[in-house]
């Protein structure tokens, strides 16, 4: 057996999606002779609604024994519990933690066979290729004090200096497999926490002659990530700049759906698609199965070193989108003039065209 992974479905579209991130799987299985052992665990609102918490006990035990974690998307709105209103999201919060990733890896790239699905001009996506770097373990998703009370509601953006340097040598680390560049995000003009930010990554940045540093500020990046994207290379973030910014480069390749993401640092990495639970076409067929199933491709490769094999997933997922094949999300924009693919449709497809790169 090469490997276990836990499978956590969630809400929304992550049942429809993962389905078929694991039917990739068993072909890559196939393909290359491995053997992983797949579990599934519940999390989410599916999981308040079985046992009280979104992320529960029984879940939690089965993360200590598996290599990689697997997951749809959690989501909806907060649940009354005994009393109490739980946000179904705060289970990926608290997985977060429990496995210990603090480096959320989410790659953007606009190449030849995406290109036609941007809502921006090709000769202004095309060759797109950077990664957002986010914190996920501290920044305000996390401070403490927290609350509303009397009138006020309050949130605490806190960082020490460890997470800060953890996580600014994970990108400098990532960013030498690159184009060697690094460009911090912050807010130094106004939060105190950014001032600490920046004069911290700054003092990292010492550490790694060999790549091109800057800050910039929040406000900006979000600018020049729409007017200028082939700029960046490997992006830093803390968790609440993060998770805004990749939403918006999300729009360079045309969608949420694309994109894929890994959170690691712990001994058990985690992989999701970005997108959320899309509650308006859960059960619809159409949600767009890319993101995991590239998910399934950074799983192979950080977590199993098998990088030819998530290459051709890689490969794979662009000779069906260079035919012009597109699930909702991205067929109006598609130049082949071809009927949107269902969620099913489009992992067959994968699978098939990693079937024909096998037989070459």
């Known amino acids: 057996m090469d490997g276990r992974i836990l499978f956590l479905p969630g809400d929304g579209v992550g049942p429809e999606v993962l389905r078929e991130a694991r039917r990739v799987l068993e072909a890559i299985e196939e393909i290359y ?17 079985r046992f009280g918490d979104p992320l529960p006990e029984e879940t939690r035990r089965l993360t200590s024994g598996v290599d990689a974690v697997l997951l749809g998307a959690v989501g909806f709105a907060a649940e009354p519990v005994h009393g109490e209103t739980i946000d179904p999201a705060r289970g990926l919060l608290e997985l977060r933690q429990l496995l210990g990733n603090y480096a959320n890896i989410r790659p953007i790239a606009v190449g030849d066979a995406i290109v036609a699905g941007s809502p921006f001009r090709a000769d202004h996506v095309r060759g797109v290729d950077l990664v957002i770097v986010r914190e996920v373990l501290g920044g305000i998703y996390y401070g403490l004090p927290r609350g509303i009370e009397d009138g006020v509601a309050y949130d605490t953006e806190i960082y020490s200096e460890g997470e800060i340097r953890r996580i600014a040598r994970a990108a400098f680390e990532l960013a030498r497999t690159r184009r060697k560049k690094v460009t911090s995000i912050d ?5 105190e926490s950014s001032v600490f930010w920046r004069a911290i990554v700054g003092d990292v940045a010492r550490e790694y002659r060999d790549i091109e540093f800057s800050s910039m500020l929040v406000d900006n990046c979000a600018m020049q990530l729409i007017s200028n994207p082939r700029q960046f290379d490997v992006v830093l973030t803390n968790n609440m700049f993060g998770d805004i910014l990749s939403d918006e480069a999300a729009v360079l390749v045309g969608s949420l759906g694309m994109l894929p993401s890994a959170s690691v640092g712990g001994e058990v990495g985690l992989y999701e698609p970005v997108h959320g639970t ?9 949600a767009n199965p890319v993101g995991a199933i590239l998910s399934v491709a950074m799983m192979l490769e950080l977590t199993f070193a098998l990088t030819e094999e998530a290459n051709a997933v890689h490969d794979g997922v662009g000779r069906v989108l260079r035919d012009g094949h597109a699930t909702a999300d991205l067929a109006a924009a598609s130049a082949s003039g071809r009927a949107p693919v269902s969620t099913e449709g489009m992992g067959e497809l994968i699978v098939r065209a990693l079937s024909a790169g096998d037989r070459g």
């Open 278 to 286: 899309a509650p308006d076409i859960a059960g619809q067929g159409i």
């Open 33 to 49: 002779g491995h053997r992983f052992e797949i579990i599934e665990g519940a999390m989410g609102a599916r999981a308040i609604d």
């Open 187 to 191: 807010k130094a003009n106004v939060l």
